[in-house]
């Protein structure tokens, strides 16, 4: 939320002060104005630069925060096929068990005297 100042370096240079006879020494006012004018001059800087690194960030923490729903995501995506891919492996392992039982017993007949081969 910007600031909003009373005064710029602008106002301040260009202000005017009635006289009077027992007053400042003009020369002194000018010299501290002129010094105001600086800071002023310097805050207004600062805050457009601090403006305008504000905006960037916020740039950045956005791309971020796209990149980072992208990237979660895409782990769901990962994780749903990671678990397919341990149904499959399951699958997998229990087939081969299955076919070592069924070696197991084919020898297991054949050394019994029967070909596993002419079983209806």
């Given at each position: 939320m910007?600031?909003?100042?009373?005064?710029?370096?602008?106002?301040?240079?260009h202000k005017e002060f009635e006289g009077t006879k027992p007053g400042y020494d003009a020369l002194q006012v000018d010299s501290?104005?002129?010094?105001?004018i600086q800071d002023y001059d310097k805050m207004e800087s600062f805050i457009a630069e601090t403006d305008k690194k504000i905006q960037q960030l916020e740039?950045?923490?956005k791309m971020l925060?796209?990149?980072?729903?992208?990237?979660?995501?895409?782990?769901?995506n990962l994780n749903a096929r990671l678990g397919d891919i341990k149904d499959n492996?399951?699958?997998s392992l229990n087939n081969l068990e299955l076919l070592k039982r069924i070696s197991k017993l084919e020898k297991a007949?054949?050394?019994a005297g029967?070909?596993?081969n002419t079983i209806e």
């Open positions: 910007p600031v909003k100042l009373l005064l710029d370096s602008n106002k301040i240079y501290f104005l002129d010094i105001v740039a950045k923490v925060n796209e990149q980072l729903s992208k990237a979660e995501a895409l782990n769901v492996q399951d699958t007949l054949s050394k029967i070909n596993p």
